[in-house]
C-alpha cells in the first residue's frame, strides 16, 4: 500500500508528557498537512508543509506544538507537555504538486491524554 | 470567518433509495468544494470535487451540485447500499493552503 502512513496509530499518555507523532505521506506529493479532529466535529487545520517549508500555521497550534519536515518527506508532530484538551484524532494528508487541491489522508493516530 | 452547516448529524435511509446531504456555507466565496467519506477511526477518503463555474459533478452512483448563488452543495448517493454508511464532510477551499470542513452527517442506508 502506497498510501499515508502515520504512527503510531494510537497513543495514551498521562498529562504533562510530550509525544511525537510521525507521517510519512505518498512518495511524489510535496505538499503535507497536519489537521486534528475531535469526536463529533470534522478536521480542522493545523499546519502546513511545501518540501521542507513550513508555510502556513493555524492558531489552534499553540507553541506547546511543533512540526517538521526535515527532508521534505516524512513529518513529525510534536506535542510539549500534554494537556487532556490535546486528546483527539490527528490526521496527516499529502497533496499531489499538479493536482493540489485533492488532500490524501492516513489512518491518524488517536491521542488520549489522561 | 468561514461557515459551513452540514445538514444534520445523522440521516437514515432505505436501501436502494436516494440519500441527499446538505452543506450550506457562509462568509465565503470558495473557488472550489470537495466532499470526503469517512469511516469510523479512519482518516477521511476523497471522493468529490466541484469548481465554483460547475453546476454538476458526477462519479458512479454519486453526484454534487455546486450553487454559489445559495452558498449550498447537494451530494447525492442513488440506488444506495449499506456498503454506503459513513460520515460524509463537505470541506471548502479557504485560498490559503488548507481545507474547511464541516461537522459532517453520519448516513446509515438500512437493509
Known amino acids: 500500500d502506497t498510501g499515508v502512513s502515520q504512527d503510531p496509530r494510537h497513543k495514551i499518555t498521562k498529562r504533562g508528557q510530550n509525544v511525537t507523532f510521525r507521517c510519512d505521506p505518498i512518495s511524489e506529493h510535496n505538499r503535507l498537512y497536519w489537521y486534528r479532529q475531535t469526536l463529533g466535529q470534522g478536521p480542522e487545520f493545523l499546519t502546513y508543509f511545501q518540501n521542507e517549508a513550513q508555510l502556513e500555521k493555524s492558531r489552534l497550534l499553540s507553541d506547546r506544538f511543533s512540526a517538521e519536515r526535515p527532508k521534505g518527506s516524512f513529518s513529525t508532530l510534536e506535542i510539549q507537555r500534554t494537556e487532556q484538551g490535546d486528546s483527539a484524532m490527528y490526521l496527516c494528508?499529502?497533496?499531489?504538486?499538479?493536482?493540489?487541491?485533492?488532500?490524501?489522508f492516513g489512518p491518524g493516530t488517536r491521542l488520549l491524554v489522561l | 470567518s468561514q461557515k459551513i452547516e452540514q445538514n444534520s448529524e445523522a440521516l437514515n435511509i432505505q436501501e436502494g433509495k436516494t440519500a441527499t446531504l446538505t452543506c450550506n456555507y457562509t462568509n465565503y466565496s470558495p473557488a472550489y468544494l470537495q466532499w470526503y467519506r469517512q469511516d469510523p477511526g479512519r482518516g477521511p477518503v476523497f471522493l468529490l470535487l466541484?469548481?465554483?463555474?460547475?453546476k454538476e459533478k458526477r462519479k458512479e452512483r454519486l453526484k454534487v451540485t455546486f450553487d454559489t448563488t445559495l452558498k449550498q452543495s447537494l451530494f447525492h448517493i442513488t440506488a444506495s447500499q449499506p456498503a454506503d454508511s459513513a460520515t460524509y464532510l463537505c470541506?471548502?477551499?479557504?485560498?490559503?493552503?488548507?481545507?474547511?470542513f464541516g461537522t459532517g452527517t453520519r448516513l446509515t442506508v438500512i437493509p
Open positions: 494528508a499529502s497533496s499531489f504538486r499538479r493536482s493540489q487541491e485533492t488532500q490524501y
Open positions: 466541484i469548481r465554483e463555474n460547475e
Open positions: 470541506a471548502l477551499e479557504t485560498g490559503a493552503n488548507n481545507l474547511f
